[in-house]
């Protein structure tokens, strides 16, 4: 079992920056990439970005490449998603995930937290 707790969230102007934090704790958590995704009002939620447990690989939705920034810190069981130059489009709850290096998917993902909102305003 893994457990999810996201933090970090609030309100933003746009061009302002945000950093969300998950901390994930289980006894498997080094077996599963951790990641993030979004859901925006009224659309599916989508993938945003996991890096596997060595930190060595990355993978990001390419809409949001050079904006967002996901690290790991794997002595405090906690990844990271740093949002910098935020859009109003970027309002959405963001989750934290963990599943296999390859779930970039809603239904590969194994475990959810439980969302935290970001707001970004015009």
């Known amino acids: 079992q893994v457990h999810l707790v996201e933090s970090g969230g609030g309100l933003v102007q746009a061009g302002g920056s945000l950093r969300l934090s998950c901390a994930a704790s289980?006894?498997?958590?080094?077996?599963?990439?951790l990641g993030w995704f979004r859901q925006a009002p009224g659309k599916e939620r989508e993938f945003v970005a996991n890096i596997i447990w060595s930190g060595r690989t990355i993978y990001y939705a390419d809409s949001l490449k050079g904006r967002f920034t996901i690290s790991r810190d794997n002595a405090k069981n906690t990844v990271y998603l740093q949002m910098n130059s935020l859009k109003p489009e970027d309002t959405a709850v963001y989750y934290c995930?963990?599943?296999?290096?390859?779930?970039?998917?809603?239904?590969?993902?194994?475990?959810w937290g439980q969302g935290t909102q970001v707001t970004v305003s015009s």
């Open positions: 289980g006894r498997t958590i080094n077996n599963y990439s």
């Open positions: 995930a963990a599943g296999p290096w390859s779930a970039r998917t809603v239904a590969a993902i194994d475990y």
